[in-house]
Protein backbone atom coordinates (compact mmCIF):
# COMPACT_ATOMS: atom_id res chain seq x y z
CA UNK A 1 0.00 0.00 0.00
CA UNK A 2 2.50 2.21 1.26
CA UNK A 3 4.18 1.73 -2.56
CA UNK A 4 1.05 2.26 -4.50
CA UNK A 5 3.13 5.47 -5.90
CA UNK A 6 5.91 3.39 -7.22
CA UNK A 7 3.45 0.38 -8.76
CA UNK A 8 0.81 2.80 -10.25
CA UNK A 9 4.27 4.65 -12.35
CA UNK A 10 4.21 7.82 -10.51
CA UNK A 11 7.21 9.51 -10.83
CA UNK A 12 8.19 11.34 -7.78
CA UNK A 13 9.76 14.49 -9.65
CA UNK A 14 6.79 15.26 -11.11
CA UNK A 15 5.60 16.14 -7.57
CA UNK A 16 8.60 17.62 -6.21
CA UNK A 17 9.26 20.26 -9.22
CA UNK A 18 6.97 22.61 -8.40
CA UNK A 19 8.21 22.97 -4.50
CA UNK A 20 11.65 22.97 -5.05
CA UNK A 21 10.70 25.78 -7.76
CA UNK A 22 9.36 28.09 -5.13
CA UNK A 23 11.93 27.02 -2.75
CA UNK A 24 14.60 28.33 -4.98
CA UNK A 25 12.56 31.21 -5.31
CA UNK A 26 12.46 31.57 -1.30
CA UNK A 27 15.94 31.22 -0.79
CA UNK A 28 17.00 33.59 -3.96
CA UNK A 29 14.86 36.50 -2.05
CA UNK A 30 16.60 35.23 1.18
CA UNK A 31 20.06 35.74 -0.23
CA UNK A 32 19.21 39.27 -2.26
CA UNK A 33 17.78 40.65 0.86
CA UNK A 34 20.96 39.38 2.60
CA UNK A 35 23.49 41.60 0.51
CA UNK A 36 25.30 38.56 -0.67
CA UNK A 37 24.70 38.05 -4.27
CA UNK A 38 23.09 41.46 -5.31
CA UNK A 39 22.43 41.86 -8.14
CA UNK A 40 23.60 37.90 -8.74
CA UNK A 41 19.94 37.18 -8.03
CA UNK A 42 18.26 37.94 -11.01
CA UNK A 43 15.33 35.89 -12.62
CA UNK A 44 17.95 35.00 -15.50
CA UNK A 45 20.72 34.03 -13.22
CA UNK A 46 18.00 32.37 -10.62
CA UNK A 47 18.15 29.56 -13.60
CA UNK A 48 21.24 28.88 -14.41
CA UNK A 49 21.92 28.90 -10.46
CA UNK A 50 18.99 28.31 -8.64
CA UNK A 51 20.83 28.59 -5.05
CA UNK A 52 21.18 31.92 -6.15
CA UNK A 53 24.34 32.57 -4.60
CA UNK A 54 27.85 32.12 -5.61
CA UNK A 55 29.07 28.77 -4.25
CA UNK A 56 33.03 28.16 -3.48
CA UNK A 57 34.67 24.27 -3.99
CA UNK A 58 35.76 23.71 -0.64
CA UNK A 59 38.77 20.88 0.60
CA UNK A 60 36.34 18.41 1.92
CA UNK A 61 35.40 16.20 -0.84
CA UNK A 62 35.65 12.11 -0.94
CA UNK A 63 37.00 9.19 -3.44
CA UNK A 64 33.97 7.48 -4.65
CA UNK A 65 30.96 8.16 -7.04
CA UNK A 66 28.37 10.63 -6.10
CA UNK A 67 24.85 9.61 -5.64
CA UNK A 68 22.71 10.84 -8.07
CA UNK A 69 20.42 13.82 -6.92
CA UNK A 70 17.65 12.20 -7.86
CA UNK A 71 18.28 8.86 -5.19
CA UNK A 72 19.71 12.03 -2.70
CA UNK A 73 16.15 13.72 -2.53
CA UNK A 74 13.62 10.97 -2.94
CA UNK A 75 15.01 8.82 -1.07
CA UNK A 76 14.74 9.97 2.91
CA UNK A 77 13.82 9.65 6.19
CA UNK A 78 11.94 12.42 7.61
CA UNK A 79 9.36 11.43 9.98
CA UNK A 80 7.35 14.51 9.83
CA UNK A 81 6.71 14.18 6.22
CA UNK A 82 6.08 9.72 6.58
CA UNK A 83 7.79 6.88 7.60
CA UNK A 84 7.98 5.36 4.13
CA UNK A 85 11.35 6.45 1.88
CA UNK A 86 9.66 8.14 -0.49
CA UNK A 87 6.94 9.58 1.72
CA UNK A 88 8.80 13.37 2.28
CA UNK A 89 9.19 14.02 -1.43
CA UNK A 90 5.39 13.09 -2.08
CA UNK A 91 4.94 15.02 1.50
CA UNK A 92 6.99 18.08 0.96
CA UNK A 93 4.53 20.32 -0.32
CA UNK A 94 3.22 20.43 3.12
CA UNK A 95 6.02 21.77 4.35
CA UNK A 96 5.68 25.84 4.22
CA UNK A 97 9.39 27.08 4.64
CA UNK A 98 8.36 30.76 4.15
CA UNK A 99 9.03 33.00 6.53
CA UNK A 100 11.27 30.78 8.50
CA UNK A 101 13.10 31.83 11.63
CA UNK A 102 15.48 30.32 14.37
CA UNK A 103 15.52 30.61 18.12
CA UNK A 104 18.86 31.16 19.67
CA UNK A 105 18.64 30.60 23.18
CA UNK A 106 20.16 28.99 26.06
CA UNK A 107 23.70 29.01 27.76
CA UNK A 108 24.69 31.85 25.33
CA UNK A 109 24.88 36.10 25.15
CA UNK A 110 23.17 36.91 21.99
CA UNK A 111 19.66 34.88 21.85
CA UNK A 112 17.21 35.85 20.46
CA UNK A 113 14.75 34.69 17.49
CA UNK A 114 16.29 35.44 13.92
CA UNK A 115 14.80 35.31 10.46
CA UNK A 116 16.50 32.87 7.79
CA UNK A 117 18.14 35.97 6.35
CA UNK A 118 19.76 37.13 9.53
CA UNK A 119 21.32 33.83 9.54
CA UNK A 120 22.46 33.39 6.35
CA UNK A 121 23.86 37.13 5.84
CA UNK A 122 27.36 36.95 7.00
CA UNK A 123 28.29 33.21 5.51
CA UNK A 124 29.97 32.37 2.32
CA UNK A 125 28.64 29.59 0.92
CA UNK A 126 30.60 26.15 0.22
CA UNK A 127 30.11 23.07 -0.99
CA UNK A 128 31.30 20.11 0.53
CA UNK A 129 31.14 16.38 -0.81
CA UNK A 130 30.44 14.38 2.00
CA UNK A 131 29.24 10.88 3.20
CA UNK A 132 26.66 10.09 4.47
CA UNK A 133 25.89 6.81 6.77
CA UNK A 134 22.51 6.21 7.45
CA UNK A 135 21.91 3.78 10.71
CA UNK A 136 19.85 1.91 8.65
CA UNK A 137 23.18 0.73 7.23
CA UNK A 138 22.76 2.47 3.41
CA UNK A 139 24.66 5.28 2.46
CA UNK A 140 25.57 7.71 -0.06
CA UNK A 141 28.06 10.66 -1.43
CA UNK A 142 25.89 14.34 -1.63
CA UNK A 143 27.34 17.64 -2.15
CA UNK A 144 26.16 20.01 0.55
CA UNK A 145 26.24 23.65 0.21
CA UNK A 146 26.47 25.98 3.60
CA UNK A 147 28.75 26.80 6.17
CA UNK A 148 30.66 25.52 9.23
CA UNK A 149 28.44 24.98 11.67
CA UNK A 150 30.85 26.70 14.22
CA UNK A 151 30.74 29.78 12.29
CA UNK A 152 27.05 30.74 12.96
CA UNK A 153 27.46 29.35 16.39
CA UNK A 154 30.58 32.01 17.58
CA UNK A 155 28.18 34.90 16.06
CA UNK A 156 25.28 33.94 19.45
CA UNK A 157 28.52 34.11 21.36
CA UNK A 158 27.67 30.95 24.09
CA UNK A 159 29.18 31.53 27.43
CA UNK A 160 31.36 28.78 29.85
CA UNK A 161 28.56 26.51 30.76
CA UNK A 162 27.38 26.11 27.25
CA UNK A 163 28.73 22.30 27.34
CA UNK A 164 25.56 21.00 24.70
CA UNK A 165 24.05 22.56 21.70
CA UNK A 166 20.35 21.15 21.44
CA UNK A 167 18.28 21.77 18.10
CA UNK A 168 14.90 21.07 17.29
CA UNK A 169 12.76 20.40 14.06
CA UNK A 170 9.49 22.41 12.87
CA UNK A 171 7.03 21.09 14.70
CA UNK A 172 4.31 23.88 15.01
CA UNK A 173 3.27 22.71 11.18
CA UNK A 174 0.53 20.08 10.85
CA UNK A 175 2.92 18.08 8.94
CA UNK A 176 1.12 14.53 7.52
CA UNK A 177 3.58 12.34 9.62
CA UNK A 178 3.49 13.91 12.66
CA UNK A 179 -0.28 12.65 13.00
CA UNK A 180 1.47 9.54 14.19
CA UNK A 181 3.24 9.49 17.15
CA UNK A 182 5.83 7.30 16.08
CA UNK A 183 8.93 10.12 17.94
CA UNK A 184 7.91 12.50 20.64
CA UNK A 185 7.56 15.27 18.40
CA UNK A 186 9.73 17.76 17.98
CA UNK A 187 12.30 16.28 16.45
CA UNK A 188 15.24 16.54 18.57
CA UNK A 189 18.96 16.40 17.95
CA UNK A 190 22.13 17.66 20.00
CA UNK A 191 25.92 17.67 20.14
CA UNK A 192 28.60 18.29 22.58
CA UNK A 193 30.03 21.98 22.16
CA UNK A 194 33.42 20.54 21.18
CA UNK A 195 31.99 18.44 18.24
CA UNK A 196 29.64 21.22 17.04
CA UNK A 197 32.63 23.77 16.49
CA UNK A 198 34.53 21.09 14.92
CA UNK A 199 35.42 22.59 11.44
CA UNK A 200 33.92 19.41 10.03
CA UNK A 201 30.21 19.95 11.21
CA UNK A 202 28.12 21.45 8.57
CA UNK A 203 24.93 23.68 8.30
CA UNK A 204 23.46 22.75 4.72
CA UNK A 205 20.92 25.12 2.53
CA UNK A 206 21.33 23.68 -0.61
CA UNK A 207 22.53 20.53 -2.06
CA UNK A 208 24.02 19.70 -5.82
CA UNK A 209 24.16 23.36 -5.95
CA UNK A 210 20.39 24.15 -5.42
CA UNK A 211 18.77 25.28 -2.64
CA UNK A 212 17.98 22.17 -0.86
CA UNK A 213 14.51 20.50 -1.36
CA UNK A 214 11.71 20.09 1.38
CA UNK A 215 12.08 16.36 2.10
CA UNK A 216 15.90 16.93 2.42
CA UNK A 217 15.44 19.30 5.41
CA UNK A 218 14.98 22.76 3.82
CA UNK A 219 15.64 25.39 5.09
CA UNK A 220 18.67 24.87 6.77
CA UNK A 221 19.98 21.26 8.18
CA UNK A 222 22.72 20.35 10.06
CA UNK A 223 25.24 17.58 8.41
CA UNK A 224 27.25 16.19 10.34
CA UNK A 225 28.98 13.38 8.41
CA UNK A 226 30.81 11.30 11.05
CA UNK A 227 27.49 10.35 13.00
CA UNK A 228 24.83 8.44 11.93
CA UNK A 229 22.08 10.15 9.31
CA UNK A 230 19.34 10.70 11.90
CA UNK A 231 21.96 13.42 13.81
CA UNK A 232 22.17 15.51 10.93
CA UNK A 233 18.42 16.96 12.32
CA UNK A 234 16.37 18.92 9.42
CA UNK A 235 14.17 21.83 9.33
CA UNK A 236 15.96 23.55 12.07
CA UNK A 237 13.74 26.30 14.42
CA UNK A 238 15.47 26.28 17.36
CA UNK A 239 19.27 25.71 18.81
CA UNK A 240 19.63 25.77 22.18
CA UNK A 241 23.40 26.11 24.39
CA UNK A 242 22.40 23.82 26.94
CA UNK A 243 25.06 22.54 30.16
CA UNK A 244 23.59 19.43 30.07
CA UNK A 245 23.44 16.54 27.87
CA UNK A 246 20.20 17.46 25.77
CA UNK A 247 17.21 15.09 25.22
CA UNK A 248 17.67 13.05 21.57
CA UNK A 249 14.55 12.22 19.68
CA UNK A 250 15.83 8.39 19.09
CA UNK A 251 17.75 8.17 22.33
CA UNK A 252 14.33 8.89 23.66
CA UNK A 253 12.29 6.53 21.73
CA UNK A 254 14.44 3.95 21.85
CA UNK A 255 17.76 4.51 24.22
CA UNK A 256 19.15 0.63 24.18
CA UNK A 257 19.41 1.00 20.33
CA UNK A 258 20.52 4.67 19.96
CA UNK A 259 23.20 6.37 22.24
CA UNK A 260 23.33 10.18 22.06
CA UNK A 261 27.05 10.11 19.99
CA UNK A 262 25.79 7.62 17.65
CA UNK A 263 28.85 7.70 16.07
CA UNK A 264 29.59 5.61 12.93
CA UNK A 265 30.97 2.74 14.23
CA UNK A 266 31.31 -0.75 12.62
CA UNK A 267 32.69 -2.49 15.92
CA UNK A 268 29.51 -1.72 17.65
CA UNK A 269 26.29 -3.45 16.22
CA UNK A 270 22.41 -1.94 16.39
CA UNK A 271 20.86 -4.05 18.34
CA UNK A 272 18.86 -5.52 15.36
CA UNK A 273 21.54 -5.43 13.07
CA UNK A 274 25.39 -5.18 12.04
CA UNK A 275 26.75 -2.11 11.29
CA UNK A 276 30.03 -4.07 9.84
CA UNK A 277 29.21 -3.19 5.92
CA UNK A 278 26.85 -0.79 4.15
CA UNK A 279 24.77 -0.62 0.43
CA UNK A 280 26.18 2.66 -1.00
CA UNK A 281 23.60 3.98 -2.99
CA UNK A 282 24.52 5.79 -6.09
CA UNK A 283 21.26 5.99 -8.22
CA UNK A 284 23.54 5.02 -11.25
CA UNK A 285 23.01 0.88 -10.91
CA UNK A 286 19.09 0.84 -11.92
CA UNK A 287 16.65 -2.03 -12.11
CA UNK A 288 18.09 -5.42 -11.80
CA UNK A 289 21.59 -4.79 -11.25
CA UNK A 290 20.70 -2.98 -8.76
CA UNK A 291 19.55 -6.04 -6.68
CA UNK A 292 23.31 -7.46 -7.10
CA UNK A 293 25.11 -4.79 -6.13
CA UNK A 294 27.62 -5.83 -3.22
CA UNK A 295 27.81 -4.33 0.49
CA UNK A 296 30.82 -2.04 1.01
CA UNK A 297 32.75 -2.11 4.88
CA UNK A 298 32.32 0.55 7.17
CA UNK A 299 34.52 2.93 8.19
CA UNK A 300 34.94 3.80 11.89
CA UNK A 301 33.59 7.42 12.24
CA UNK A 302 32.43 7.03 8.40
CA UNK A 303 36.28 7.59 7.30
CA UNK A 304 36.50 10.86 8.90
CA UNK A 305 38.90 9.34 12.35
CA UNK A 306 41.57 11.20 11.43
CA UNK A 307 39.89 14.83 11.38
CA UNK A 308 37.39 13.78 14.46
CA UNK A 309 38.88 10.92 15.79
CA UNK A 310 40.66 12.94 18.56
CA UNK A 311 37.23 14.19 19.94
CA UNK A 312 36.68 10.40 21.34
CA UNK A 313 40.02 9.69 22.13
CA UNK A 314 39.63 8.38 25.65
CA UNK A 315 36.32 7.27 25.39
CA UNK A 316 34.71 3.76 25.89
CA UNK A 317 32.38 4.15 22.27
CA UNK A 318 30.65 0.65 23.07
CA UNK A 319 29.29 2.66 26.51
CA UNK A 320 28.84 6.13 25.31
CA UNK A 321 27.87 4.86 21.40
CA UNK B 1 -11.36 -28.74 -8.28
CA UNK B 2 -12.81 -31.39 -6.20
CA UNK B 3 -12.74 -35.19 -6.98
CA UNK B 4 -15.62 -34.93 -8.99
CA UNK B 5 -13.98 -32.35 -11.27
CA UNK B 6 -16.72 -30.10 -11.89
CA UNK B 7 -16.11 -27.13 -13.37
CA UNK B 8 -18.37 -24.21 -11.45
CA UNK B 9 -18.10 -20.63 -10.10
CA UNK B 10 -16.00 -21.80 -7.39
CA UNK B 11 -13.85 -22.82 -9.56
CA UNK B 12 -13.86 -19.69 -11.87
CA UNK B 13 -13.61 -17.56 -8.64
CA UNK B 14 -10.54 -19.74 -8.06
CA UNK B 15 -8.64 -18.64 -11.03
CA UNK B 16 -9.58 -14.97 -9.81
CA UNK B 17 -8.13 -15.19 -6.72
CA UNK B 18 -5.27 -16.93 -8.11
CA UNK B 19 -4.39 -14.07 -10.66
CA UNK B 20 -4.90 -11.42 -7.88
CA UNK B 21 -2.70 -12.90 -5.68
CA UNK B 22 0.01 -13.25 -7.98
CA UNK B 23 -0.29 -9.47 -9.53
CA UNK B 24 1.71 -7.90 -5.80
CA UNK B 25 4.27 -10.14 -6.82
CA UNK B 26 4.52 -9.32 -10.75
CA UNK B 27 4.13 -5.50 -9.26
CA UNK B 28 7.08 -5.89 -7.19
CA UNK B 29 8.96 -7.28 -10.55
CA UNK B 30 7.90 -4.34 -12.69
CA UNK B 31 9.11 -1.99 -10.30
CA UNK B 32 12.37 -2.94 -9.60
CA UNK B 33 12.99 -3.80 -13.37
CA UNK B 34 11.74 -0.31 -14.22
CA UNK B 35 13.58 1.56 -11.53
CA UNK B 36 10.20 2.52 -9.90
CA UNK B 37 11.12 0.57 -6.51
CA UNK B 38 13.72 3.09 -6.08
CA UNK B 39 17.42 3.47 -5.39
CA UNK B 40 16.78 0.32 -2.94
CA UNK B 41 15.63 -2.07 -4.23
CA UNK B 42 16.43 -4.81 -1.90
CA UNK B 43 14.69 -3.34 0.72
CA UNK B 44 11.44 -2.44 -1.49
CA UNK B 45 11.29 -6.62 -1.87
CA UNK B 46 12.16 -7.30 1.52
CA UNK B 47 9.07 -5.20 2.96
CA UNK B 48 6.71 -6.03 0.22
CA UNK B 49 7.41 -9.53 0.86
CA UNK B 50 7.11 -9.64 4.20
CA UNK B 51 3.90 -7.60 4.08
CA UNK B 52 2.58 -10.17 1.57
CA UNK B 53 3.13 -12.69 3.64
CA UNK B 54 1.81 -11.62 6.53
CA UNK B 55 -0.80 -10.12 4.44
CA UNK B 56 -1.80 -14.13 3.23
CA UNK B 57 -1.68 -15.31 6.58
CA UNK B 58 -4.20 -12.97 7.94
CA UNK B 59 -6.20 -13.97 4.93
CA UNK B 60 -6.01 -17.42 5.56
CA UNK B 61 -6.76 -17.30 8.90
CA UNK B 62 -10.14 -15.52 7.99
CA UNK B 63 -11.54 -18.14 6.31
CA UNK B 64 -12.70 -20.37 9.18
CA UNK B 65 -14.86 -17.25 10.34
CA UNK B 66 -16.30 -16.45 6.86
CA UNK B 67 -17.58 -20.24 6.80
CA UNK B 68 -19.29 -20.02 9.64
CA UNK B 69 -20.78 -16.28 9.14
CA UNK B 70 -21.64 -17.45 5.44
CA UNK B 71 -22.67 -21.13 6.88
CA UNK B 72 -20.87 -22.11 4.01
CA UNK B 73 -17.86 -24.84 3.24
CA UNK B 74 -16.98 -22.87 -0.14
CA UNK B 75 -14.52 -20.53 1.79
CA UNK B 76 -12.06 -23.86 3.08
CA UNK B 77 -11.81 -24.34 -0.66
CA UNK B 78 -9.39 -21.44 -0.98
CA UNK B 79 -7.33 -22.30 2.31
CA UNK B 80 -4.95 -24.44 -0.06
CA UNK B 81 -4.22 -21.58 -2.46
CA UNK B 82 -4.10 -19.07 0.52
CA UNK B 83 -1.79 -20.94 2.16
CA UNK B 84 0.44 -21.65 -0.17
CA UNK B 85 1.11 -17.96 -1.33
CA UNK B 86 1.88 -17.24 2.03
CA UNK B 87 3.99 -19.98 2.24
CA UNK B 88 5.54 -18.36 -1.29
CA UNK B 89 6.06 -14.93 -0.20
CA UNK B 90 7.33 -15.75 3.14
CA UNK B 91 9.92 -18.33 0.97
CA UNK B 92 10.61 -15.36 -1.14
CA UNK B 93 11.28 -12.83 1.46
CA UNK B 94 13.49 -15.03 3.32
CA UNK B 95 15.66 -15.70 -0.48
CA UNK B 96 15.51 -11.73 -0.70
CA UNK B 97 17.39 -11.81 2.87
CA UNK B 98 19.62 -14.23 2.41
CA UNK B 99 20.41 -14.17 -1.29
CA UNK B 100 20.76 -10.58 -1.99
CA UNK B 101 20.64 -8.49 1.49
CA UNK B 102 23.17 -10.71 2.95
CA UNK B 103 24.66 -11.66 -0.21
CA UNK B 104 25.20 -15.46 1.86
CA UNK B 105 27.44 -14.27 4.14
CA UNK B 106 26.92 -17.48 6.05
CA UNK B 107 28.57 -15.62 9.35
CA UNK B 108 26.33 -12.80 9.41
CA UNK B 109 23.16 -14.72 8.92
CA UNK B 110 24.19 -16.50 11.42
CA UNK B 111 24.83 -13.90 14.03
CA UNK B 112 21.39 -12.40 12.89
CA UNK B 113 19.77 -15.88 13.69
CA UNK B 114 21.62 -15.98 16.89
CA UNK B 115 21.54 -12.44 18.39
CA UNK B 116 18.71 -10.31 16.86
CA UNK B 117 15.10 -11.81 18.41
CA UNK B 118 13.19 -9.92 15.13
CA UNK B 119 15.02 -12.56 13.03
CA UNK B 120 14.51 -15.40 15.41
CA UNK B 121 10.83 -14.82 15.29
CA UNK B 122 10.21 -14.18 11.81
CA UNK B 123 13.02 -17.92 11.18
CA UNK B 124 10.41 -19.75 13.70
CA UNK B 125 7.25 -18.73 11.69
CA UNK B 126 8.88 -19.77 8.82
CA UNK B 127 10.38 -22.92 9.84
CA UNK B 128 6.84 -23.52 11.06
CA UNK B 129 5.25 -23.32 7.87
CA UNK B 130 7.58 -25.61 5.93
CA UNK B 131 5.52 -28.96 7.61
CA UNK B 132 2.22 -26.99 6.91
CA UNK B 133 2.96 -26.15 3.02
CA UNK B 134 4.48 -29.60 2.56
CA UNK B 135 1.51 -31.34 3.99
CA UNK B 136 -0.93 -29.09 2.14
CA UNK B 137 -1.96 -31.65 -0.68
CA UNK B 138 -4.41 -33.81 -0.93
CA UNK B 139 -3.04 -37.26 -0.13
CA UNK B 140 -0.93 -36.24 2.60
CA UNK B 141 -4.32 -34.58 3.97
CA UNK B 142 -5.70 -38.40 3.82
CA UNK B 143 -2.72 -39.64 5.08
CA UNK B 144 -2.45 -37.59 8.20
CA UNK B 145 -6.36 -37.61 8.91
CA UNK B 146 -7.22 -36.92 11.81
CA UNK B 147 -3.37 -35.55 12.84
CA UNK B 148 -3.46 -32.79 10.07
CA UNK B 149 -6.12 -30.48 11.60
CA UNK B 150 -4.02 -30.53 14.42
CA UNK B 151 -0.77 -30.02 12.79
CA UNK B 152 -2.31 -27.70 10.69
CA UNK B 153 -3.27 -25.77 14.01
CA UNK B 154 0.63 -24.36 13.60
CA UNK B 155 -0.42 -22.05 11.66
CA UNK B 156 -1.70 -19.78 14.69
CA UNK B 157 1.73 -20.34 16.15
CA UNK B 158 3.40 -18.93 13.07
CA UNK B 159 1.20 -16.59 12.66
CA UNK B 160 1.77 -14.80 16.17
CA UNK B 161 5.92 -14.56 15.64
CA UNK B 162 5.66 -13.15 12.39
CA UNK B 163 3.33 -10.31 14.01
CA UNK B 164 5.80 -10.15 16.55
CA UNK B 165 9.03 -9.96 13.68
CA UNK B 166 7.37 -7.06 12.59
CA UNK B 167 6.25 -5.52 15.93
CA UNK B 168 9.87 -5.73 16.47
CA UNK B 169 11.24 -5.16 13.49
CA UNK B 170 9.61 -1.74 13.38
CA UNK B 171 11.42 1.43 14.12
CA UNK B 172 10.23 4.25 16.79
CA UNK B 173 5.87 3.38 17.82
CA UNK B 174 4.82 2.42 14.60
CA UNK B 175 1.02 1.56 13.47
CA UNK B 176 1.18 -0.71 10.76
CA UNK B 177 2.79 -3.93 12.67
CA UNK B 178 0.09 -3.48 15.58
CA UNK B 179 -2.69 -3.21 13.25
CA UNK B 180 -1.80 -6.70 12.28
CA UNK B 181 -1.76 -7.85 15.98
CA UNK B 182 -5.11 -6.32 16.55
CA UNK B 183 -6.19 -8.07 12.93
CA UNK B 184 -4.39 -11.65 14.58
CA UNK B 185 -6.06 -10.86 18.56
CA UNK B 186 -9.52 -11.05 16.47
CA UNK B 187 -9.12 -13.93 14.47
CA UNK B 188 -7.56 -15.61 16.84
CA UNK B 189 -9.84 -14.86 19.77
CA UNK B 190 -13.13 -15.68 17.69
CA UNK B 191 -11.92 -18.84 17.05
CA UNK B 192 -11.37 -19.03 21.53
CA UNK B 193 -14.83 -17.53 22.29
CA UNK B 194 -16.49 -20.10 19.60
CA UNK B 195 -14.59 -22.74 21.44
CA UNK B 196 -15.36 -21.63 25.29
CA UNK B 197 -18.58 -21.27 24.20
CA UNK B 198 -19.76 -24.77 22.63
CA UNK B 199 -17.45 -26.04 26.20
C1 LIG C 1 14.09 -16.33 8.76
C2 LIG C 1 13.03 -15.70 8.44
C3 LIG C 1 12.93 -14.22 8.22
C4 LIG C 1 13.93 -13.28 8.08
C5 LIG C 1 15.43 -13.48 8.12
C6 LIG C 1 13.28 -12.01 7.87
C7 LIG C 1 13.95 -10.82 7.70
C8 LIG C 1 13.36 -9.59 7.57
C9 LIG C 1 14.06 -8.36 7.40
C10 LIG C 1 15.57 -8.20 7.36
C11 LIG C 1 13.13 -7.37 7.33
C12 LIG C 1 13.38 -5.88 7.14
C13 LIG C 1 13.69 -5.26 8.44
C14 LIG C 1 13.93 -3.78 8.39
O1 LIG C 1 13.62 -3.13 7.40
O2 LIG C 1 14.43 -3.26 9.37
C15 LIG C 1 11.85 -7.99 7.43
C16 LIG C 1 10.66 -7.31 7.39
C17 LIG C 1 9.41 -7.93 7.45
N1 LIG C 1 9.17 -9.27 7.51
FE1 LIG C 1 10.55 -10.74 7.71
N2 LIG C 1 11.92 -12.19 7.88
C18 LIG C 1 11.67 -13.53 8.09
C19 LIG C 1 10.44 -14.14 8.16
C20 LIG C 1 9.24 -13.49 8.00
C21 LIG C 1 7.95 -14.12 7.99
C22 LIG C 1 7.71 -15.60 8.17
C23 LIG C 1 7.02 -13.13 7.81
C24 LIG C 1 5.51 -13.17 7.69
C25 LIG C 1 4.78 -14.12 7.37
C26 LIG C 1 7.72 -11.89 7.71
C27 LIG C 1 7.13 -10.67 7.57
C28 LIG C 1 7.79 -9.46 7.53
C29 LIG C 1 7.14 -8.18 7.51
C30 LIG C 1 5.64 -7.94 7.52
C31 LIG C 1 8.16 -7.22 7.45
C32 LIG C 1 7.99 -5.70 7.47
C33 LIG C 1 7.71 -5.17 6.13
C34 LIG C 1 7.54 -3.69 6.14
O3 LIG C 1 8.28 -3.00 6.85
O4 LIG C 1 6.67 -3.22 5.45
N3 LIG C 1 9.08 -12.14 7.82
N4 LIG C 1 11.99 -9.35 7.58
Redesign the pocket.
Known sequence: M?DWMKMAGIRSSEITDETVFRQRRHLIQAAAAAGITGAIASEAHAKSNPLGMPVKKSDYTVDGELTSEETATTYNNFYELGTDKGDPVKNAKFLKTEPWSVTIDGECDAPGTYTLEDILKPHDIEERVYRLRCV?AWSMVIPWNGFALGDLLKRFKPNSNAKYVAFETVSDQKLPGMRSRVLDWPYREGLRIDEAMHPLAFMAIGMYGNVIPNQNGAPMRLVVPWKYGFKSIKSIVRISFTDELPATSWNMSAPHEYGFFSNVNPEVSHP??SQAKERKLTGSAGGLSALFASKTETFYLNGYADEVGSLYADMDLKKFF | MGSSARWTWVSWLKIVVFLLLCAPAVAMVVAVVSGRAGPNPI?FL????????????MLGLMLTPMRWWFKSTVPIRFRRMIGLF?FF??IM??AI??VL?QQLDIAS?TE??FKRT??????????L?VPLAITSTKAMMRRLGKRWLSLHKLVYV??I???L??IW???GDQI??LV?AAILAVLLGMRLWRKFRRG
Open positions: RERW | ETHETGEMGLRMLAYVHFYTDIDLYIIAGFVSLVLASAAVHYLAKEPY
